[in-house]
């Protein structure tokens, strides 16, 4: 009997970062169970993109799950807060949302152990990034060891694997991997304020740290800003 291809789950948020996380996956030669959060989040379009990347990567699975953290809010994008347009400061700004990656990852973990997949990809970054405390290493570390301990896989001795293999990337160096993966980035979405007619703000931290990328690396932006960061 041929062994059939091990899967892995991609958390796909339509953004470019979780886009090249996924693209590393099937790379590395794994089936793709995908899954989008549809949290209510201002920037719902990024929803959009999710499906055009999935379907790019030629996911086996893309499950779009809604789950309202706007019933919570305590964020820019989940409550009527205004997103900030002045530029990437110090701190944790007000679009982090309260524990969204631990949400996010303790969901996809549940996924993992239904398919029976090892490896959990997710985007993350810790450099060219706005400063959210569940981007950084000692998060994913962390929540990998708690996922060996909360799981029927894990106890058996086959715990999930968070690969997160964006962590230590530049914006510039994720935009020119995605261009090495032969992934188009237009088909992704970063802005945390969409304009009326679907563009990019082009001022708001994600909007400036995604430009900045394309800069640094010296390729051409597919982005449609309203505002040119």
Known sequence: MIPQTPIAVALISGGLDSMVAAGRAREAGFRIAALTIDYNQRHRIELDAARRVAQALGV?????????????????????IAVPKGGVGAGIPVTYVPARNSIFLALTLGLAEVVGAEQIYIGVNALDYSGYPDCRPEFIEAFERMAALATKQGVEGHGVRIEAPLQHMTKAQIATEAARLGLDAGMSWSCYDPTPDELHCGLCDSCRLRSKGFIEAGLSDPTRYATQP
């Open 60 to 80: 086996e699975r893309h499950i779009v799950m809604p789950l309202d953290l706007s019933l919570f809010g305590g964020s820019a994008l989940t409550a009527d």
